[in-house]
Structure formats: structure tokens, C-alpha cells
């Protein structure tokens, strides 16, 4: 019998579901902007291209800033054909393309609110733009001696542009504020941070151990502990990755983003942006293709946008050398001697601008006597002088795309059967400048791809290889007399 006074125990088991299940979602990686082909969604994206002309956002579209630049930008996108590139990382997870344009997106965001007032030595009693380029200058050679990463170098100029943004200092302690931003950016950059007393050593002990803590502490303050940088090496790396990871043209664009950290004329302009117009002078310099639809989404920045930011740097390098630590780093093997290319490029195409005498009266730029000389300040417009170079840039394309051809017609012909042996030399060739194509014939660069190749020392071959420039010739390649081929038989077959 049921007592009507007991409540019934209720069973905390969860009532079974009658409906059917839901049909299984796969995520999908998330691109730049949809594809040419991808459908784009409904509630956002839609009403925005029925209106491309106008890129305000429409009434019934509650859209914050952030999401109508990105619903803009997916929209003009459908016009310019561009590749997914990030779809080839899918299945590597260091290059986390499912994130990527989150993040850097993110970055775009956050870079505006990390960069210094452009107009701080206005409020600087004691110093000028050209101390700020000397120390600049000397926190390279400083950031060279200890082999820091780029990201370090960077991080540093800019806690300084804020910190001298925010606060007033003397003259005589500019060199504790570099020092110590160079401590502070070491230890969030690096694995291995040199150590305080390695900073001392390199201010020649102007500054104690308990100066360079106190004022460290006191910078950090000052920027209320953000060290939030958004680098332009990452932006320089994400635009490289739609080059081809091109080795010349982003060793050229380092150089040109570094300039940033000497010209104090470049202030004004957000990291991404110094980043794309690198890669767009140095390919110009490189006299490669036009700002391709590629190098234009991911690096965010159409060919008119970077016109300012590369013509300072045009400027800066048509001037005479006013930073020797920072063009000495760059003109040495390890860069490619990249700075002093770019120098004699920028001096070919439009003239010597500024000239610097020592007090002997020689030359202190590595002036050529065959080199003209323009007796005026640099004045030089690229969006005046660009049709120009890239018609002279297709004519030397076209040049040297006939010459290869004729090259090719010239190639003796060797009878078939030859076979690549597993040691051999090329020693005995009649003239060591001929080419090595000219000397193995179709057949044995067949029978070459079934063996594993194990070295190649191509020493004292001039015409061997001959890189596109004189100065963009590698350390890494070392010409070797003679060309001797280290061959193994093919694997056996299992």
C-alpha cells in the first residue's frame, strides 16, 4: 500500500529524446575571405556586395568596425583572384592555419594602439631627431654583438618611441632609456636573455646595475606593463609566404624594414604597412612582376597605399650613409651585401643626391668616378618615376628570356645511352666557363634523378652559377675547381 502523503522519488536519469539527431558539422578552416567559389553567408557578407559601390554598412546590419572592414575587404575580394595558400599548411599544426587569420587580423587591430606619437621630440627639450637616430644606430651594432633575433630589435625601438612619448628625459640619460629597452625587449623575445652585467659591459659602465633595474621598472610603468608589439617581421614573413619565400627579396626587405628603426620620418606608418612596402620596393628593386594579387591580400595592402611609406624609404637610401652600424650590417655576406645594392640600384636609376666629404676631402660613400652626380636634394616621386622602371624591368626580362633560348638552341647534342657514372669529374673540360647544362646531355639528367646525390662542390666555376645581381651572391655558395659529382647507386627495390 502507497502512502498518498510521501512524495514520489523523482529519477534524475534525463528523459530520452525522441527526436532524431542532428546531422554532424565538420569545421571548416577559416581563409582570408571566401574563395572565388565558396558561398559567401547570408546575413553578413550578402548585403554587402549588393552594394560594393557604397561601403558604408547597411541600417539593418548592426556591424561593429571591425567586422564591416573585414565584410568590405571579403567583398572586393570576389574582383581579384587570389590563392588559398594556407590550405597546403592544413596538415602541418606549427603553421596553424585553421587561427592564422584571426590572428592576424588581431594584430591589425592591436598595432594602432602600440605605436608612438609621431611629433614626441616636439616635447623633448634636450634632444633632437638626429640623437634618436644615433642611438638607434648604436643599439644596432649593440643588438648585432649579442645575436639577437630580429623580433628583439624591434621590440626595443619601439618601448623607446613610447616611453619617449609619454615622458620627458635629458640628454644625458638617452643612452640608459636604449640600453634598458633593449634589456627589457631581450628578456620577452629571447630564450637565452644576455644578462644585466652584459648590458653594462657594452655602455662602457656608464650605468651601474641598480640603474639599469630602476629605470626598467620605471619604463614599465610608464607603458603600463604592454608590451603587446604586433612586429613587422611577422607581417614581413606572412607577405614572404605569398612570394614564394623568395631569399633575395626578403633579405632586401629586411634592410628595408630596419630602416624604420633609423628614419624617424617613418614613425607615422603602422608596422604591416612598413612591412608590405619593403616587399614592394625590394621586388621593384629585384625587377620582379607588379604587385600581384597575392602579395596584395595578404599582405592587406593595395600599390597605392604603400607609395608613401616606400618612397621615405627611396629617399633614406639615396642619401648619403648617416648610420655606418646599420649599413655595415647589411653590406656584409651574411645579408648579401644588400645595403650597398640597393644604394648603387637607387644611384643608377635616378643619380648620386647627397654626397658626404671627411676632412681629408675624399669621398665617405664609395663614390664611383663613373657614377653621375645630381647637385640637388632628392626629389625623386616614385608614382612619377614607376612606369619607367618597369618598363625598363620587362625590357630586361624580355632580354634575358631570349638569351636563355638561344643558349638552348646552342646545346651540342650527345648521343643517347650515356650514362651518369658514380664518380666523376668535369675537370678535363675544354673551358671551365661552360655552362653545366651544356655538358650533360637530356639522357644522363634521366639517368642523374635515379641516383641519390650526395654532394656538389662547384668551386672557381664563374659561369656556373651566377646569381641575378653581383651583391645578392650567397655566403653559402662556395665555388670550388672542379666540378666533382658525388653519386651512390639507386636504392635496391624491396
Not at 554532424?24 to 578552416?29: F, G, I, L, P, T
Amino acid at each position: 500500500m502507497i502512502d498518498e502523503d510521501v512524495p514520489p522519488v523523482r529519477s534524475h536519469r534525463r528523459p530520452v529524446s525522441r527526436t532524431l539527431p542532428e546531422k554532424h558539422v565538420s569545421k571548416r578552416r577559416r581563409t582570408s575571405s571566401p574563395g572565388p567559389d565558396d558561398p559567401h553567408p547570408k546575413d553578413k557578407i550578402a548585403p554587402i556586395l549588393n552594394d560594393l559601390g557604397n561601403h558604408a554598412p547597411p541600417p539593418s546590419l548592426d556591424l561593429d568596425d571591425h567586422d564591416h572592414a573585414l565584410a568590405v575587404a571579403t567583398a572586393q575580394a570576389d574582383e581579384i583572384k587570389w590563392d588559398d595558400l594556407d590550405k597546403e599548411d592544413e596538415a602541418d599544426p606549427l603553421m596553424v592555419s585553421e587561427y592564422v587569420v584571426e590572428i592576424f587580423h588581431y594584430l591589425q587591430r592591436l598595432e594602432r594602439s602600440t605605436m608612438p606619437n609621431p611629433n614626441y621630440i616636439d616635447t623633448q627639450k634636450d634632444l633632437a631627431w638626429k640623437m634618436r637616430g644615433i642611438l638607434m644606430d648604436w643599439l644596432i651594432q649593440v643588438h648585432s654583438r649579442f645575436r639577437l633575433l630580429p623580433e628583439t630589435l624591434f621590440l626595443a625601438v619601439n618601448i623607446i618611441d613610447r616611453f619617449l612619448s609619454a615622458r620627458t628625459v635629458s640628454l644625458v640619460r638617452l643612452q640608459l632609456v636604449g640600453i634598458t629597452a633593449m634589456f627589457i625587449a631581450a628578456k620577452y623575445e629571447e630564450i637565452m636573455a644576455p644578462s644585466v652585467v652584459n648590458f653594462i659591459y657594452c655602455s662602457d659602465s656608464t650605468y651601474g646595475e641598480k640603474d639599469i633595474l630602476d629605470a626598467e621598472k620605471y619604463i614599465l610603468r610608464s607603458l603600463d606593463w604592454n608590451l603587446s608589439y604586433p612586429n613587422p617581421i611577422n607581417f614581413l614573413r606572412r607577405s614572404s609566404k605569398a612570394d614564394g619565400y623568395d631569399l633575395q627579396v626578403r633579405t632586401i626587405a629586411k634592410y628595408l624594414v630596419e630602416i624604420a628603426c633609423v628614419e624617424w620620418k617613418l614613425l607615422p606608418h603602422p608596422p604591416s604597412c612598413i612591412a608590405a612596402a619593403a616587399m614592394w620596393l625590394a621586388r621593384l628593386i629585384l625587377e620582379k612582376e607588379e604587385w600581384t594579387p597575392n602579395m596584395e591580400h595578404y599582405s592587406g595592402y593595395d600599390e597605392a597605399s604603400l607609395l608613401p611609406a616606400a618612397q621615405l624609404m627611396l629617399t633614406y637610401i639615396l642619401r648619403a650613409v648617416r648610420h655606418e652600424s646599420f649599413y655595415k650590417k647589411y653590406a656584409a655576406k651574411k645579408y648579401m651585401k644588400v645595403s650597398a645594392y640597393a644604394r648603387d640600384w637607387a644611384w643608377a636609376k635616378f643619380g648620386v643626391h647627397e654626397v658626404l666629404y671627411d676632412e681629408e676631402g675624399e669621398s665617405s660613400t664609395g663614390l664611383e668616378e663613373h657614377k653621375p652626380i645630381v647637385h640637388a636634394p632628392a626629389s625623386v616621386l616614385l608614382s612619377v618615376e614607376l612606369p619607367r622602371l618597369r618598363e625598363e624591368a620587362r625590357r630586361k626580362r624580355d632580354e634575358e628570356a631570349r638569351e636563355l633560348e638561344e643558349q638552348e638552341g646552342e646545346l651540342p647534342v650527345v648521343p643517347e645511352g650515356d650514362e651518369v657514372a658514380t664518380d666523376f669529374n668535369l675537370s678535363s673540360a675544354s673551358s671551365p666557363s661552360v655552362p653545366l647544362m651544356h655538358l650533360i646531355s637530356s639522357s644522363s639528367l634521366l639517368s642523374l634523378r635515379s641516383h641519390r646525390v650526395c654532394s656538389i662542390s662547384t668551386r672557381n666555376i664563374p659561369h656556373l652559377f651566377i646569381p641575378p645581381y653581383p651583391y645578392l651572391a650567397s655566403s653559402s655558395h662556395q665555388f670550388v675547381h672542379p666540378l666533382t659529382f658525388h653519386a651512390v647507386p639507386p636504392l635496391p627495390t624491396p
